[in-house]
């Protein structure tokens, strides 16, 4: 199995402290995000690793792994950036990862193990971290709804708890039959469309076309950078020795 970090974007909602480098440079207990998921993917035996640049790629230089570009990251969305790796998608399968996330290995493990052509995660215990980073949380949150481990809604906005069975983390694994449903819908788009298509709205728009995605419960071992609020809050998470960060780094 190989993997994909998508790791194209500046993350503007990270203001100044992304100015001089992408997202996923930035520190968190002595390591870049990047740094992390490396580390997760290859503790859970992925050693073929391609990230996709994009905001100032010259930066971004591990030389564990290999490197496809999105030229055209400032007017591009996520699934955009997906689509620059299609040529390793059509061939092999693959765990995709946003860039912004920190997960335990035993999570990429499991997502590994699940058979579907197309998977994802969600943590069904999403409440605690985000009652930590948000005074209210469903100002962030999105719905959620599974059967039998697919798919069912996903993205809305929900009106209350109950409607949230767990969180997309943005990990997810694509077969290449599941690229090739994917790359079919991707196919039927205005260049403008796929430009602007992000990844809860491909899931939701697979869903209308009768695509099955499975889900893979999990229960905490992650956390999401999407504000300077996070950075702070996970450094302190650390300093306090945060069992799951401690136990494999």
């Not at 996923?24 to 002595?30: K, T, V, Y």
Request: glycine share 6%; proline share 3%; aromatic share 10%.
């Amino acid at each position: 199995m190989k993997a994909i970090i998508l790791a194209a974007g500046r993350g503007s909602r990270m203001k100044k402290m992304t100015l001089d480098k992408p997202k996923c440079l930035l520190e968190l207990g002595g390591y870049s995000l990047l740094n992390w998921q490396i580390k997760a993917l290859v503790r859970a035996g992925i050693s073929s690793i391609t990230a996709v640049r994009g905001y100032k790629k010259e930066l971004i230089s591990n030389e564990s792994i290999s490197y496809l570009e999105n030229e055209r990251w400032n007017d591009t969305n996520m699934v955009y950036t997906l689509y620059c790796a299609r040529e390793i998608l059509k061939t092999n399968t693959c765990l995709v990862s946003y860039s912004d996330i920190v997960y335990h290995p035993s999570i990429v493990e499991a997502l590994m193990n699940s058979d579907g052509n197309i998977s994802i995660t969600y943590d069904i215990k999403w409440e605690q971290l985000w009652k930590e980073r948000f005074i209210d949380p469903l100002l962030d949150a999105e719905s959620f709804e599974t059967s039998q481990s697919y798919l069912k809604e996903i993205g809305e906005k929900p009106s209350n708890i109950s409607e949230i069975q767990g969180q997309y983390m943005g990990l997810i694994k694509i077969a290449p039959n599941g690229w090739r449903k994917i790359e079919a819908f991707i196919s039927l788009l205005n260049p403008r469309e796929l430009d602007k298509l992000d990844m809860t709205s491909l899931f939701k728009a697979l869903l209308k076309e009768g695509i099955t995605i499975k889900t893979v419960p999990i229960q905490g071992k992650w956390c999401e950078v999407d504000r300077e609020e996070d950075i702070r809050l996970y450094q302190k998470r650390l300093d306090f020795e945060d069992e799951w960060l401690h136990d494999w780094r």
